[in-house]
């Protein structure tokens, strides 16, 4: 049986570089793939999954909550590449493990494990519980050279784990950190704000 692949990594790590390089080696081959990313992602342009080296493809399938992955006629298809899988829904990764089985086709999703707030996000909870292989996209740490396991969101220069968990941005606003790192940065951001508050 096909196996269900996650391969997570802290923003930065090159997880979308990752998955097109996997895309170009298979279509050098000759092989069909299929690449599929969630609807809301619109940074680069609705259709397109790119890179922050500048490379880029065109998606295949863009995924909503109300899609249905198994409707789709996959005769042909050698393997299917998910970028941006954090912001799928547990259905939808479910739908993406059902389909390993009844069409015997591997299935790579990339993604973040957990948001700014150091929580996980719905669908890399899912892909944990479900995926026959877990992999680590390595990174090191924006502010030391230890390796990055969170990500860092910035507003205005400052550290914040404070709103939305879904808020799409790129290196001006999220950054790779290691817990020390992170947390020092956070209590920074937090006695600035402590120092303001006396002034006033």
Sequence with gaps: MAKLYFRYGTVGSAKTLNLLAVAH???QQGKKIFLMKPDLDVRFGRERIKSRAGLEMQADVLIVDETSLQGIDYSGVNCILVDEAQFLSAKVIEELRRITMEWDLPIICYGLRTDFKTHLFEGSSRLFE??????????TCHFCT????????????SATNEGP??????????????????????QKTLRQKQKTAALV
């Design 146 to 157: 230890r390796k990055s396991i969170m990500n860092l969101k910035h507003i205005n220069g």
């Design 165 to 186: 968990s879904v808020e799409l941005g790129a290196e001006e606003k999220y950054f790779p950190a290691c817990y020390k790192c992170y947390r020092q940065e956070i």
């Design 130 to 139: 479900l995926a026959d292989s877990i992999e680590e996209v390595k990174a």
């Design 25 to 27: 080696n298979y279509r």
